[in-house]
């Protein structure tokens, strides 16, 4: 893993991490994004990121999973 693929690692988890206390705080997002001195675009943009991670790494097990199951047979 290079340089850039290790910052992108460390910031989908800073930002996991973020969402997770914002969501959890019972707080409006707005609200808690401007007490704690968070934009709402670099909010919304980790969001999604994370999302697409997520959903990426859901698509490479089940291929994964499918490919066993397929050569098992």
Do not use: P
Not at 56 to 69: G, K, Y
């Amino acid at each position: 893993m290079n340089a850039k693929e290790l910052e992108t690692q460390h910031n989908l988890k800073k930002w996991a991490a973020i969402i997770k206390e914002c969501r959890s705080s019972g707080m409006k997002i707005l609200q808690w994004l401007e007490i704690n001195n968070i934009s709402k675009d670099q909010y919304y943009y980790w969001q999604k990121k994370l999302k697409e991670t997520c959903i990426d790494t859901f698509e490479r097990q089940v291929a994964t999973f499918v490919e066993m199951m397929y050569v098992k047979c």
